[in-house]
């Protein structure tokens, strides 16, 4: 019960946009971009800009609010990232930046964090970033982050669980100071066992460590014994991207088995849509940790094959008991005649 607790305390709604304004039901705020004169595509609703090293550029965002109320917005510049379901990702302000990562884009932005609208009101909100002074190919890719600001009194104290709904805008910022094509380059890190959802996994770790987008790429991972070729899980994936300089886990599902301690080899294949091809073999050993991981793991095959031999064993000492009681009446009832 404690585990399943956790994971309903762990489920989080939200909604992932890609860098467009979006709208969300019951949102009583809108907002989107002023396009400057340097995008590059002006039927795009996100900043698209061609830049120069060292160049400041204003970014404006329209905010309008159609509620009856004042309302505080919250505005996070952040670089753009890959979640561990294969999808960029402009929400996240709190994860570790990627260790190829030159430019944050985070730290290029200055403005403001916290945008008050009063009753009904419309309002320009200027942002500036600056370009690093050093020529650069490839692309910078980040985005504002926008969702209300939630005031403490809004959650129902009576309630033990709140689950909520944070409806949020995206509106991406892609940079770039040319056309010079980069090759993508797509490297295999470390292949842990863990958990997803709590169920168990084995992740292994994909980065992108080029200033590119690599789009809706289909990966096929296998994982045997080590120097064996029967295959113990494997897993297919489409429509997996991920943003310039951005790792993420690729989870092979366990099938809700039990992680076992050994060394194990996993072949893995990789082709975006622009006919990229990738292949990585890699051993990798799980070790002790299993058995902890095993413990936070819910569904576990071992789990209902230990429930069934605890009631058969009961069971069958219920049936014993009940044998040699009938028999020693039976033997006193013989003494008595």
Not at 39 to 56: A, E, H, S, V
Request: no cysteine; charged share 25%.
């Amino acid at each position: 019960m404690k585990k399943l607790f956790l994971m309903l305390m762990g489920i989080l709604v939200t909604l992932t946009f890609l860098p467009n304004t979006g709208l969300a039901a019951d949102m009583n705020y809108s907002v989107r971009a002023i396009i400057p004169d340097n995008q590059i595509d002006k039927t795009k609703t996100y900043f698209d800009l061609r830049m120069k090293p060292g160049q400041k550029q204003k970014l404006t965002l329209h905010f309008e609010n159609n509620a009856d109320e004042k309302v505080q917005i919250e505005v996070s510049p952040n670089t753009a990232t890959t979640n561990r379901n294969g999808v960029i990702d402009y929400s996240s302000s709190k994860k570790k930046t990627d260790s190829s990562l030159k430019h944050d884009f985070s730290k290029l932005v200055t403005g403001e964090k916290i945008v008050t609208l009063n009753a009904k009101e419309k309002k320009d909100v200027d942002y500036e970033v600056t370009m690093p002074e050093k020529d650069l190919d490839g692309i910078l890719l980040g985005g504002f982050y926008i969702h209300k600001k939630q005031a403490d009194t809004d959650t129902d104290k009576d309630s033990s669980v709140q689950i909520k709904n944070d409806y949020s805008y995206v509106i991406g910022v892609r940079l770039s100071e040319n056309d010079k094509p980069v090759s993508p380059k797509l490297k295999l890190n470390q292949i842990e066992a863990g958990l997803e959802n709590y169920h168990t996994v084995v992740n292994a770790n994909l980065q992108n460590t080029t200033p590119v987008i690599i789009s809706n790429m289909k990966i096929n991972a296998k994982v045997t014994k080590a120097q064996d070729t029967k295959i113990l899980h494997q897993v297919t994936k489409e429509n997996q991207s991920m943003a310039p300089n951005s790792n993420y886990d690729f989870s092979i599902p366990w099938n809700d088995e039990e992680l076992k301690a050994g060394k194990y080899h996993l072949s893995m294949t990789a082709k975006d849509q622009s006919g990229h091809k990738w292949k990585f073999e890699k051993d990798f050993e799980i070790g002790d940790s299993a058995k902890s991981i095993n413990k936070e793991a819910v569904g576990l095959e071992h789990s209902n094959i230990w429930l069934i031999l605890g009631l058969s064993g009961a069971g069958l000492l219920i049936l014993l008991l009940a044998i040699l009681f009938f028999v020693r009446r039976k033997r006193k009832n013989k003494e008595q005649i």
